[in-house]
């Protein structure tokens, strides 16, 4: 290893954190991914983040933002809409490979690309083994690219590997308006399809990708003529976690997303019981009083502030059951943790609901 890998190699472990992360920086980290996973556009101002370090830079990206370096201006979100040549057919569409990679509308023989307004990119390693890494957090600027009226919306994306999902709002609202977040197809290695989703209208849609080397989002702006795809109504609840000196418990969390409509009262109550049979019951907890978007409600324990504490109730796994009543009417949630944790989303878990929560329809 070379002088400069060494220390590049120190910085990196330097700027990763020790100590298991208070409840508010896992609220903040959450808040985060759930923003760049549901796009939300109530994001203000812009800053990035821009290092060169060695493949192992994701650990530096991850570190604690108090020993980050300070933020440089981001780049400024662009559009290009001028016509060029379409790529061939689940081609990798034209990219210099400079930054994160645009995703490029196909239209009827035009190929637009969208670039980015938030992202974290990691590029490929030179000869020597060093890649860059960069982050900006933006805010999406109209116009948008408006698609017109169609179908679909194809897409191609010059990297393998990479997941999206589509966020529906109608144009012009805020955030508290309903947003409807469904997959993207995939239909080749670098080809996409974006389904219609929600009741007919004009909407902004945010495209959000995630992939090995980072995610994007961008926006662009459709008019549909007929009723979408729907997702079914969700919830997820955060209590409990792990780390290397065993089981963490933070203030208890918990959103339920798509619901036929917001609830103009809510609680929620729940049990936790440990494989032996010990248990503890948390609430009952009244749903916050903030904006939560169209269909969405949200309950935290306390408000959701403090440290993690050490969980003794006993030894896992633990079963969540958790009793919420919307409007009058109880519903049952259950998971088991840590089998129904969210992948790279700890402590967040998902519940299955019995009888089903009230669906939104259009």
Do not use: N
């Not at 400069?4 to 298991?20: C, F, I, N, W, Y």
């Not at 208890?252 to 503890?280: H, Y």
């Amino acid at each position: 290893m070379t002088e400069p890998q060494r220390d590049l190699t120190s910085a990196v472990e330097a700027a990763t954190p020790t100590e298991p992360p208070s409840y508010d920086g896992v609220l903040a980290r959450r808040d985060r991914r759930h923003t760049r996973r549901r796009a939300l556009v109530a994001s203000v101002g812009a800053a990035a983040l821009v290092a060169t370090v060695l493949g192992g830079s994701a650990a530096l990206r991850g570190g604690d933002p108090s020993t980050s370096p300070p933020p440089a201006a981001g780049p400024s979100p662009s559009t290009s809409s001028s016509p060029v040549a379409t790529p061939p057919e689940d081609v990798p569409p034209a990219w210099d490979g400079e930054g994160a990679p645009p995703i490029t509308l196909q239209l009827d023989g035009r190929a637009v690309a969208l670039e980015p307004w938030t992202s974290c990119f990691t590029g490929r390693p030179d000869d020597r083994g060093i890649a860059s890494a960069g982050c900006f957090d933006g805010f999406p600027q109209p116009p948008f690219e408006d698609v017109g009226g169609r179908e679909q919306v194809l897409f191609s994306f010059p990297l393998e590997g990479w997941r999206f999902t589509a966020s529906f709002t109608p144009s012009g609202e805020g955030a508290c308006e309903r947003r409807i977040t469904v997959p993207v197809r995939k239909t080749g290695a670098y080809s996409f399809q974006v389904p219609m989703a929600g009741p007919a209208g004009s909407y902004d849609v945010d495209v959000f990708g995630r992939g090995p080397e980072g995610d994007v989002i961008t926006t662009f702006a459709w008019t549909t003529s007929q009723l979408g795809a729907l997702p079914d109504p969700s919830g997820y609840v955060g209590l409990v976690t792990d780390d290397e000196e065993g089981f963490r418990a933070y203030p208890l969390e918990m959103g339920l997303s798509d619901l036929a409509e917001t609830p103009r009262r809510a609680s929620v109550t729940m049990r936790v019981t440990a494989a032996d049979g010990t248990s503890q019951t948390i609430g009952p907890i009244s749903a916050g009083r903030g904006c939560s978007g169209g269909g969405s409600v949200s309950f935290r324990e306390g408000g959701g502030s403090g440290g993690g504490t050490p969980f003794g109730l006993g030894p896992a796994p633990f079963s969540y059951r958790v009793e919420v009543t919307l409007d009058g009417t109880t519903y049952i949630g259950t998971a088991v943790w840590p089998r129904d944790e969210r992948r790279d989303e700890q402590p967040y878990t998902d519940l299955r609901f019995d009888p089903p929560l009230p669906a939104y329809t259009g």
